[in-house]
């Protein structure tokens, strides 16, 4: 079987994040996806996240896939092949600086978790942290191959 290359299923995958940058407001950082298991196996597409309370309940979160033309989270997906124990790796950016009427008094929920479903799998991996989207927007990079750059 270890010659198979279908999907790769959340119960083969484990994620981490990778350090935060910041810059003018706009937070960047990334997620590793390893592939754990025996066999070789494809990520295509960007990742589902949910933001999570403390209590693990979710926060209003809104992905955006891919970014504006140029930056770093645009361009197409791609097949990804992970053998066993490759990396691959999503980017992510979010802004932490309230906007609107009220933002002076106002401040961005802090999540405790995230949820992080791989592409075309509806199980998630729960990944603790500590990220503060404004109105729950964060803008992701589809999966790429190889460890994540700071």
Do not use: W
Not at 1 to 17: K, N, P, Y
Not at 25 to 33: K, N, P, V
Not at 58 to 73: F, I, P, Y
Not at 118 to 132: A, C, V
């Amino acid at each position: 079987m270890s010659g198979r290359s279908d999907r790769c299923h959340t119960s083969e995958l484990t994620v981490t994040i990778g350090p935060g940058q910041g810059a003018a407001g706009t937070i960047y950082g990334s997620l590793a996806l390893r592939n754990h298991s025996d066999a070789t196996c494809t990520l295509y597409g960007y990742p589902g996240l949910q933001l999570l309370d403390a209590a693990r309940q979710a926060l209003a979160t809104q992905v955006d896939r891919g970014g504006s033309a140029g930056s770093a989270l645009s361009g197409p997906p791609t097949m990804v092949t992970l053998a066993p124990r490759q990396v691959a790796h999503v980017q992510f950016k979010y802004s932490d600086v309230p906007t609107g009427p009220d933002a002076g008094a106002t401040q961005c929920p802090r999540s405790t978790y995230l949820e992080v479903t791989p592409p075309d799998e509806t199980d998630f991996l729960l990944l603790s942290t500590d990220i503060g989207p404004c109105r729950g927007v964060i803008t992701v990079s589809p999966v790429r191959a190889g460890e994540p750059t700071a």
